[in-house]
């Protein structure tokens, strides 16, 4: 008891827990269920207390979502603030590699020479699959056009030293070429994992440098398959891979835990567009929690949605699994959305067996009632049952004020010491 009360009392917006919702005892739960179906005061006071402490786990929630800095109207805005941060990082981390190839090629770092024999050895081994992937072809044109290579009249090609400038100048073409089909894109990264084989330890320290940014850059937007796909086009389109209004969904509740980890990382270097897009993602997640709670088409006497314990804690489960609630609202967070969860199990859910869910003991009740006082004269029984009705409502709203720790008021408890009611 102690624990559960604990619990929803140390929420943000505290929850209080009525008698049998703390307990879970059979006969005291039984009686606060069948007792709220009544009209009266006391089952007045009971609904009042479901629809109030309903409304706090709302309020609980939107408390959380409040902390995270989130701003975003919709969806759409959510993913267009990502797309947003994460092009911007981009844009940064390319001007800094660019910034440092043309200081390696002004200080004439990139004039060294390089053997091309490997990447022309490359050409011949996928010579068969340049119907599919047309790079090949560029490959082999671009060596020709850059001096790379010779071809005789019967069409063999010779290797022939290249400075580095020109290899990557080929190497934006490839790239470029790539780009279209998946056959493209997965030789025109086998042709630069060669190129990038063929220059390693070649240049200044000017020109390693500007490779290391390259790769730095390749390895955070073109490596990681869930950053290429937020910020990708569908093949042969200039469509979105990923439409703005399912960034959140791709980026949280889809992807991996190291998917979701490797937008975090990129966001968290991306400054203050990063960081209001990591607000953003957040928020979403929140928004969700919040939906699948509500989602029940029943509504308590205040009009809000009662909530489903079942559909939050099975949303809570999917980002448990691998623990990207943690990695989202770091331990505290994750365990204050544990604890709501938990708590709305409190208010809702009662062990099998404790709660009659229609109003057969209300009406067994009433019939026996009728039955004793049924040989009595009718102004008699009027009386009697009057009395009986009294007492009971009586009996019954004081034993709900001790549930709900409501206080009884002055004038009632001075009654009682009276022996008026009696």
Do not use: C
């Not at 073409?173 to 894109?185: A, H, L, P, Q, W």
């Not at 999917?318 to 967070?333: P, R, V």
């Amino acid at each position: 008891d102690a624990m559960r009360r604990t619990r929803a009392e140390s929420l943000p917006v505290p929850v209080k827990l009525s008698k049998g919702e703390a307990s879970r005892n059979f006969e005291q739960q039984r009686f606060e269920r069948e007792t709220a179906k009544e009209g009266s005061a006391a089952g007045g006071l009971l609904r009042e207390h479901s629809a109030t402490e309903s409304q706090n786990i709302i309020k609980n929630m939107e408390w959380m979502m409040d902390e995270t800095g989130a701003v975003a109207p919709s969806a759409r805005v959510t993913g267009s603030v990502v797309d947003d941060a994460l092009r911007a990082r981009s844009d940064m981390m390319k001007g800094k590699y660019r910034d440092a190839y043309k200081r390696a090629e002004k200080s004439g770092e990139m004039a060294e020479l390089v053997d091309t024999t490997p990447l022309l050895r490359w050409v011949d081994e996928n010579r068969s699959s340049m119907g599919t992937a047309s790079v090949i072809k560029t490959v082999e044109d671009e060596l020709v056009r850059l001096g790379g290579a010779t071809r005789t009249e019967k069409g063999i090609l010779f290797p022939e030293k290249m400075q580095i400038n020109d290899i990557e100048k080929m190497r934006k073409r490839i790239v470029t070429d790539s780009k279209g089909t998946e056959s493209n894109g997965h030789y025109g990264k086998l042709a630069n994992e060669t190129i990038d084989a063929m220059t390693e330890g070649k240049g200044g320290a000017l020109y390693k440098e500007a490779r290391t940014l390259f790769k730095d850059h390749a390895a955070e937007f073109k490596n990681q398959g869930a950053i290429k796909k937020l910020l990708g086009t569908k093949p042969g389109t200039t469509d979105r891979a990923v439409a703005f209004e399912d960034v959140f969904d791709q980026s949280i509740l889809r992807g991996s835990r190291d998917d979701t980890a490797a937008i975090f990382r990129s966001l968290g270097e991306g400054g203050p567009k990063g960081a209001q897009a990591i607000a953003e993602l957040k928020g979403a997640t929140m928004k969700y929690l919040q939906d699948q709670a509500s989602k029940n088409a029943a509504r308590d006497i205040k009009g809000n949605p009662v909530l489903s314990y079942a559909k939050l804690t099975n949303s809570v489960r999917e980002l448990e699994i691998d623990g990207k609630l943690e990695l989202l609202f770091g331990k505290k967070g994750a365990q204050q959305i544990r604890d709501i969860t938990e708590t709305i199990a409190d208010l809702n859910v009662a062990p099998p067996g404790a709660v009659n869910t229609s109003t057969t003991s209300s009406v067994l009740m009433e019939a026996l009632g009728a039955a004793l006082t049924g040989r009595l004269p009718t102004a008699t029984v009027k009386t009697v049952a009057g009395i009986k009705q009294a007492a009971g409502d009586y009996t019954k709203l004081r034993k709900v004020r001790e549930a709900l720790e409501v206080p009884e008021p002055p004038a009632v408890r001075g009654q009682r010491s009276s022996g008026t009611v009696h």
